[in-house]
């Protein structure tokens, strides 16, 4: 009985903010582990692991644009603009100048957002949804349309399929990035501007605070990562895609959100959104691997979104009336 | 029983994780009277305002309007019992007309259809507002009018809705003099009318000149209930405070020293014009003026917040024109701003962050920050400026009004500044905050540094200042050394002149 009564105080104590989600990842574990075959698999953990890496790399640049009170839609098209690019660098023969023109565009991309979120009152939202057809419409135009297929053989390639030991390297570049960006975020003067402008940019432009510059700076980070995003992705799918990426915007934004961080910027953590990324993952997988279909899981996240974010705000104790 | 309280509270508790807010509350408001609840920052006032107006549950006992038990689950109940209040935040919508605001939740319709009846409303409107001799056309959209104004909107509003109690808290806070005697009338005239008032108010002073009876709180209870309007102000400040407080304001004796900020044809378009001082090493500079004077924007201006013209150095560094936060800051000049919410924290944030934020440079080393260096920094000026938290990780959204305010002034301080602008620094702050506010402007100036003090409150100009600037209508309209400031002078000079009065 006192046993029973340590471990409930215990659990009483433990912050809901911080346990919740993990709590809801090994829970889903659980579920798919029992009900769907091969899911509590080596090469099943290394698959999910790929397929949310790319995913991970855009949505942790997104939790950092969404702490500023921002957001960024263009991140998809950007992906689509960088495998475009990749391509036709590939095509020639030469990766690397593939890279570095995605990488380039992604720069880009990222200089027009922040330029005009920074400097003007342009909201974000109306910025990068303006961007996420430019960017878009240009990609395809590049191509007509089509996809760049029938690429040489590369050692490129090895940058979506390749493996270091049981690592695919897709996952290995997604958590170099991330260890970055966490250090960028909790050890730097930049991540302490970041929430400041986020929690409130009066306050921070009184104290000093170099806003618009901060604010250029984490669609800059953004473009750059979403358009890595695009180079893994091409290597992955061997070919260039004008349409690659489409709604990696707005997944991204949700695991964002379902990792904790607050929409109104100020408020979050970059590791919620691991779980976040994780929780969007598992939940496709494992459901894959039960057979429902694609467009169920588009139901089952869309729910998921609302249902975490409830959550948090129920146990704030904030409604909206 | 002739005449049964307007409303009465009795045996009120509410318990919030950590805190009793109220502790067995029995308070009775009178009609036709203006009850001051008076109490620090903490004492319950809010709290039971919140109860009063629905906003919060009490954990146990009874609230009777007119001799009936009532309960109040949210809003709307309490405006049907009789209960209008008046928040501090004024709540009115920017975009909708002084009249759509008035009837906000209560249109009036065209009969027989849902569509709004315009006219009528504004017909209404301006009988309300007519009869607290409010004289603007209901039409005006309410972001075209004045604070002052606004406050009045939103008393006709509330009282709108023929509420036997009006709740009225820290109405005059942005309110200059002759504004809040404006007010100050028309609260008369509703309380001749049998509405019992609720009036909060943090300014003593408005005691004497407005309430019938007052009620002291202190950690969640009440500590004298109605106690008359004359009971002296050293005995309510004992009261509040649970002590004596001896000096309000402190002896000054720092020398003047060489000119640290040096002003000369400041200019904010259309706000601030051609305005010139110098500032001391030492020295406290009051400036007074009436709500709209140019103040705040004369601050705002010389801080690199909006565009000035003209020309202004500290320690020989320009800071006007061209100037910038970043700019001000480096030269030594720190702003502690009007509205703490809007531009001095940032809530979500902690102390430590709060307090480090516009020095992180020297926490930093080879671009990482270091946590002990930002510790330091936050623990020094937190236990310099008494911010009462527990530690330095608290959520800077968890403190008191006047806590947040010491954090805001500590962040100045932390920058390292020589020259500290302070625009109205005790507003909405508790007498014991307050007191230790002055104590560290007077601290400040011992140390050689220089401090320009922006105050809409009389006592605390005069109490402050070496000298004292009065400005009208965005310019400089006399400067009066310590001995020739009076009040009667400063008003004077305050006041535009067809309305000379004082």
Not at chain 1, 46 to 59: K, P, T
Not at chain 1, 202 to 218: D, E, H, N, T, Y
Not at chain 2, 86 to 98: F, G, M, Y
Not at chain 2, 474 to 484: L, Q, S, V
Request: net charge neutral; proline share 5%; aromatic share 4%.
């Amino acid at each position: 009985m006192t046993a029973l009564r340590s471990v409930r105080s215990r659990l009483d104590s433990i912050q809901w903010e911080t346990a919740g989600l993990p709590v809801a990842l090994v829970a889903l574990f659980i579920f798919f582990a029992v009900q769907a075959p091969n899911f509590a698999e080596t090469s099943n953990f290394s698959n999910v692991a790929r397929q949310v890496a790319v995913l991970g790399l855009i949505a942790t640049a997104q939790t950092v644009v969404i702490l500023t009170a921002g957001i960024d839609l263009s991140v998809g098209s950007t992906v689509a603009l960088a495998s475009v690019l990749t391509a036709t660098g590939l095509r020639d023969g030469n990766p690397l100048l593939g890279i570095a023109l995605a990488l380039g565009a992604g720069l880009l991309v990222g200089l027009v957002n922040g330029l005009i979120i920074g400097y003007t009152a342009v909201t974000p939202f109306i910025v990068t949804l303006g961007m996420l057809s430019i960017v878009s419409g240009t990609a395809l135009t590049l191509t007509n349309g089509d996809p760049i297929f029938q690429l040489p053989d590369s050692w490129f390639f090895q940058l979506g399929i390749g493996f270091v030991g049981p690592v695919p390297v897709p996952v290995i570049v997604s958590a170099v990035v991330f260890v970055l960006f966490y250090l960028l975020i909790t050890r730097t003067k930049f991540g302490t501007y970041v929430y400041a402008v986020g929690g409130n940019q009066q306050a921070a432009q009184l104290a000093g605070i170099p806003v618009a510059r901060v604010k250029l700076s984490v669609y800059l980070l953004s473009g750059l990562t979403a358009a890595l995003g695009g180079v893994i992705l091409t290597a992955r799918v061997r070919s260039g895609q004008p349409l690659l990426g489409q709604g990696l915007e707005l997944e991204s934004v949700a695991a964002v959100v379902i990792g904790g961080t607050s929409l109104f910027g100020g408020r979050g953590r970059l590791v919620g959104t691991i779980y976040g990324v994780l929780l969007v993952g598992i939940v496709r997988n494992g459901l894959d691997l039960l057979g429902v279909s694609t467009f169920i899981q588009r139901i089952v996240i869309g729910a998921a979104t609302i249902g975490a974010v409830l959550l948090t705000v129920l146990r704030e104790g904030g409604r909206k009336h | 029983m002739t005449e049964p309280a307007a409303v009465r509270v009795s045996g009120v508790s509410k318990r919030y994780p950590g805190v009793q807010a109220l502790d067995g509350v029995d308070v009775e408001v009178l009609p036709g009277e203006v009850h001051v609840l008076l109490g620090e920052n903490g004492a319950g006032k809010s709290t039971l305002v919140k109860v009063l107006s629905g906003a919060v549950q009490p954990d146990a006992g009874t609230i009777r309007i007119a001799g009936e038990t009532v309960v109040l689950p949210n809003p709307h109940a309490a405006q049907q019992a009789g209960i209008s209040t008046v928040h501090q935040e004024l709540s009115l919508v920017p975009d909708l007309t002084a009249a759509q605001n008035i009837f906000l939740g209560r249109e009036l319709l065209r009969p027989g259809t849902p569509l709004l009846s315009r006219g009528e409303m504004e017909r209404e409107a301006r009988k309300l507002m007519a009869s607290l001799k409010l004289n603007i056309d209901p039409s005006t959209p309410v972001r075209r009018l004045s604070l002052a104004v606004r406050q009045v909107v939103e008393i006709v509003g509330a009282l709108a809705q023929n509420p036997r109690v009006l709740i009225l808290d820290e109405p005059t806070s942005s309110l200059s003099e002759q504004e809040t005697e404006e007010l100050f009338d028309r609260i008369r005239q509703i309380r001749a009318e049998g509405v019992g008032v609720i009036y909060i108010s943090h300014r003593l002073e408005e005691i004497e000149r407005i309430a019938d009876r007052v009620t002291v709180m202190r950690d969640g209870r009440v500590v004298e209930a109605g106690l008359p309007a004359t009971t002296p102000l050293a005995a309510l400040v004992r009261l509040m405070v649970g002590r004596d407080v001896s000096e309000e304001f402190p002896a000054r004796d720092a020398t003047i020293g060489e000119a640290l900020l040096t002003v000369e044809g400041l200019t904010v378009p259309g706000v601030v014009d051609d305005v010139s001082f110098t500032l001391r090493s030492g020295e406290v500079i009051g400036i007074f003026g009436l709500v709209g004077a140019g103040r705040t924007e004369l601050l705002r201006g010389l801080y690199g917040l909006d565009k000035a013209d003209g020309r202004a150095q500290v320690n020989g560094r320009q800071i006007v024109p061209n100037g910038s936060p970043r700019r001000s800051l480096d030269a030594k000049l720190a702003l502690v701003p009007e509205d703490r919410h809007a531009w001095g924290l940032v809530l979500p944030m902690s102390i430590r962050e709060n307090i480090c934020l516009s020095a992180l440079n020297e926490c930093t080393s080879h671009g990482a920050l270091l946590p002990s260096r930002l510790e330091a920094l936050a623990q020094r000026f937190m236990q310099a400026m008494r911010v009462k938290a527990p530690d330095t990780r608290v959520p800077v959204g968890n403190l008191s009004g006047g806590n947040q305010q010491k954090v805001v002034i500590a962040r100045a301080l932390a920058a390292g500044s020589d020259v500290i602008l302070l625009d109205e620094p005790t507003r909405g702050v508790d007498i014991g905050a307050k007191i230790e506010i002055y104590q560290l402007i007077a601290q400040l100036a011992a140390e050689g540094k220089a401090v320009l003090v922006v105050s809409s409150d009389l006592p605390e100009v005069l109490g402050l200042s070496d000298r004292v600037l009065v400005m009208r209508q965005g310019r400089i309209n006399g400067e009066f050394p310590k001995e020739d400031a009076t009040p009667e002078a400063l008003l004077r000079a305050a006041l535009p002149v067809e309305g000379a009065v004082a």
